[in-house]
């Protein structure tokens, strides 16, 4: 159940601010003591500590005490601690501007006092480590060896990057993967059940197959999916989520155009298992490994750098010229040195491959001076949670030791929603951490959109152009600038550095060099894989890249043979098909694939496994179901009418027509050649073959 959250007077919280403090300073005095302290009577201070309790900053405890009056003791929760915090600030404030104004009033003169912004002493906080969950090395020789009877469970890619932050204090204070009473308080207000505030729910979510296997009370070890053991985890709880409510409470709507929605419904297990997590030994990671830092390292180096402030700045794109002066304005803003600070876990499918990303950060890092800039890498799993996520990575960045973080335009948003429209309100994300900042810790520094002036040869704050009229204001776009990638067209020195234009163009070289897959879908004897052949051969024809088919059947006999027909194996086979095509994509060439698939979901899990790599190209043979089963040459279709042939795509089981498909192909009287050419035409107005 979410705690209260209480709307008081100015009065009011002056009176729980002495409340507070006084709990803090003497927690074992008797009320009597109490009321004496804040010179008020038991019946005031009686309601006092009611309001305080029901809303969750205060808890009662049972003394041993035997005198009745002491038989009761307050202590202040974690939420209490952060709402005297806050209130100290205030209070504080508030009697500096009261000094300020009589000083005024004496002097003619303002006092040169200004009350700190925040009460946390930056410094002592970038100092002191925080707790990290692993544990020593001879105790986690121990536990491998222990581990080796428990039940295992192997970690998908987003929860190996889950379970390093946590165990390293990146996910500070969370101490495990949440329990069902902190994913409530989570999904509901963005608090654990303590009453602090954490806004991303971080579970281990299972199969229910798994689940079956896994009691509570039970210890699992927790495995990378090479087998290596990271950690062991205490199952303390197990439920069934209702996703539905957690979609719509963390990412604002229930809807499958949010890649993380998608992942929840379509991805996840639907179990979750929570409890504490004890580390053995963080993922290997070999790429980088010099640029990647605990949030303990990261602290030990502003420490020895005596860096006082910093700020950090998130990116899951190439740096350009716009984002180095932006950086340059935001640290010289927060009077601070500079993190870059880029992801490097798993982001918005489509986005360019981290070690591309890298590449590029360190080709501009020179730009930078060196004694006030450093970059480091974090691996997260990003949510595109717009609002939430940028709390939450300010409370990661906290955690590294950071004490601003740049906060953009729709920060950390996914793009359009079903409707085309964006999910969230392009300051949505800075409104909500403005108002959560001083609870945090960490002070949010506005992402200014940064334009090039021609006439000045300089970028500057679009909104700070008071002459707009008068001079030439230039901008590339990120649809712009891939366009020209993808085209190898120029990319001017104002917008990005040659260095960063070069990185990029190794790995996105202009489209017609660029692997594809051409995925064919429709209903059996649609005519697929005969379009698919004749669309082959032509492409061979062309020559430059070579050309693979992966037909249904053929992939059924030569590499999913074992598999039969039920939904689970349908979607493997089609999955398999994907990675295939995948690898050869990568690789510059072109695969030309040819099953039903008949479910939505998996294809667009395909579809996003292949446009990290090159172009997917979704063609939907849309012939009837009744031409289909006047062709039916194997007979499938009777059988399937017979009820002989169980499950089977258009008579028993649904077919999810292709919605946004990049072509629609009918072939009732149009000849194999003309549909084959209609692919070949389309294929030319994309760039990735030449006309």
Known sequence: MPLPTLKRSDEDEDHLFRLLRQLDVAPDASQRALAAALDISLGRLNAQLRAATDAGLIKLTDTDSTDKRKRVAYAITTRGASEKNRLTDRFLKRKFAEY???????????????????RTNFMADTLAPIPELYVSYDSAQKLKMEAADLASHDLTPRQICDLELLMNGGFNPLKGFLSEEDYDGVVENMRLADGQLWPMPITLDV?????????????????????????????????TPNKAREAEKVFGADDSAHPAVNYLHN???????????????????????????????????FRKMGWRKVVAFQTRNPLHRAHQELTFRAAKEAQANLLIHPIVGLTKPGDIDHFTRVRCYEAVLDQYPAS????????????????????????????????????????????NNSQGEDFYGPYDAQDLFREHQEEMGIEMVDFKHMV???DRAQYEPADEIEDKENVTVLNISGTELRRRLAEGLEIPEWFSFPSVVEELRKSRPPRAQQGFTVFFTGFSGSGKSTIANALMVKLMEMGGRPVTLLDGDIVRKNLSSELGFSKEHRD????????????????????????????????????????????????????SIEECERRDRKGLYKLAREGKIKEFTGISDPYDVPENAELVIETESVEVDNCAHQVILKLESMGLIKG
């Open 100 to 118: 300020d104004k009589i000083h005024a009033e004496l002097t003619g003169t303002t006092s040169g006092f200004n009350p700190l912004k925040n």
């Open 207 to 239: 199969s229910e197959k798994e689940a079956e296997t896994i009691e509570v009370g039970q210890d699992i070890a927790l495995r990378d999916q090479e087998g290596v053991i990271l950690a062991t985890m205490t199952v303390t709880d197990k439920w």
């Open 267 to 301: 991805q996840a297990g639907n179990i979750y298992l929570g409890g504490p997590v004890t580390g053995i030994q963080q993922p290997v990671h070999y790429d980088f490994r010099a640029r990647r830092d605990t949030p303990n390292e990261l602290r030990a180096y």
């Open 372 to 415: 006030t800039t450093a970059m480091s890498l974090l691996n997260l799993a990003m949510r595109m949670a717009g609002p939430r996520e940028a709390v939450w990575h300010g409370l990661i960045r906290k955690n590294h030791g950071c004490t601003h973080f740049i906060v953009g335009r729709d920060h950390a948003g996914p793009g």
């Open 452 to 454: 090039y002036v021609q």
């Open 572 to 623: 493997l086979n089609i999955r398999r098909i994907g990675y295939v095509a995948s690898e050869i994509t990568k690789n510059g060439g072109i695969a030309i694939c040819a099953p039903i698939a008949p479910y939505a979901t998996t294809r667009r899990a395909v579809r996003e496994d292949i446009e990290q790599f090159g172009a997917f190209i979704e063609v939907h043979v849309a012939t």
